[in-house]
């Protein structure tokens, strides 16, 4: 079991932007059918929820400029330019794109945090946390797993 922390892991308040929005033009699938498209790995995190180890990611230490796309359905999450180094081993944006994210309560585990999805297939992606850098002061902690590259500008 691994699970997103550093030696902050407590979100007192909901973060300010990308609040739970409903979007019609959700992607949806049985999940026979995300099984049929998505590796085991990529299903295990995605529709299940898991997190990958940490510091092992493709993308943890990954700077190059482009976009961090969903790995479930295609949809633009980050900007490289919103990436940073955290350290906490897994990759970690300050800003998302605008209605990418959605945010859900997560008390799992014995804390309180604040899940992160994708907002058209719903694909779990990771937490949010408040110790992130400026202007947002934000930490989006995101499995590699879940995200894939499209380098080149915006
Ligand atoms: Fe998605």
């Not at 407590?10 to 932007?17: A, I, Y």
């Not at 995605?46 to 993308?59: C, D, H, N, S, V």
Request: aromatic letters at 12%; a positive charge; one cysteine or more.
């Amino acid at each position: 079991m691994y699970v997103f922390s550093c030696q902050y892991s407590q979100n007192k308040n909901k973060t300010s932007s990308n609040k739970k929005q409903n979007i019609s033009n959700k992607m949806k699938k049985t999940e026979v059918e995300w099984k049929r498209s998505l590796t085991d790995q990529e299903y295990r995190i995605l529709r299940e929820k898991g997190t990958e180890r940490a510091f092992i990611g493709k993308y943890d230490g990954h700077f190059e400029e482009g976009v961090y796309e969903c790995a479930g359905c295609g949809s633009k999450l980050f900007q490289s330019e919103t990436k940073y180094r955290s350290g906490c081993g897994w990759p970690a944006f300050y800003d998302a794109i605008p209605g990418a994210i959605e945010e859900h309560d997560d008390n799992t585990l014995g804390m309180r945090r604040i899940e992160i999805t994708c907002s058209k297939c719903d694909g779990h992606l990771g937490h949010v946390f408040n110790d992130g850098p400026k202007p947002t002061g934000l930490r989006y902690c995101v499995n590699s797993v879940s995200m894939d590259f499209q380098p080149g500008k915006k």
